[in-house]
């Protein structure tokens, strides 16, 4: 992934996560942080997890750190995710930084029709899953570029 990808990618999750330097509860009941940062499931306790709070410096390297990490998981899981288009790229990343690797290999089926450039019905899957039902407004927002290539529009 290049650098202006990259970039562009990173503006699309924080425009979804937001940064928030306080712990909160997330809609799902989880001590959240900094940009959709689960701290229970980086060992917090709930009793811990409720009182973290971060200093910009510590939310914008979590981040930065996180979304490398996504970028490792697709490259080991998916080698060749890097040949589609930018956008598509882009909807690889933010699905691997929020479901994490776990969860993206669930959507074999998925998948396999992005592999076959069936980018509608991937997205189409993508809209009809529980995080799309759960992340309405921002599924339909990334299956609106798996289905066109496209970036959303500014």
């Known amino acids: ?3 202006d990808i990259k970039a562009k990618t990173a503006a699309l999750i924080e425009a979804d996560e937001g940064c928030k330097l306080v712990a909160f509860l997330d809609s799902r009941g989880f001590w959240t942080i900094g940009r959709g940062y689960n701290l229970q ?3 917090f306790t709930v009793a811990a997890a409720s009182k973290v709070v971060w200093s910009q410096e510590q939310a914008d ?3 930065n ?3 490398a990490d996504a970028i490792h998981s697709l490259d ?3 080698p060749d995710w890097t040949s589609l288009a930018p956008a598509r790229q882009a909807v690889a990343v933010s699905a691997m930084y929020q479901l994490g690797t776990a969860k993206v290999m669930e959507f074999a089926p998925t998948i396999a029709l992005i592999r076959e450039g069936n980018f509608e019905a991937a997205a189409a899957h993508m809209e009809a899953s529980a995080w799309g039902h759960q992340c309405r407004e921002r599924v339909q927002r990334l299956a609106a570029m798996m289905r066109t290539g496209e ?3 500014a």
């Open 76 to 78: 080991v899981q998916f």
């Open 65 to 67: 750190s996180c979304l």
């Open 41 to 43: 499931a980086h060992g």
């Open 1 to 3: 992934m290049d650098a």
């Open 61 to 63: 390297f979590i981040f």
């Open 151 to 153: 970036w959303p529009d």
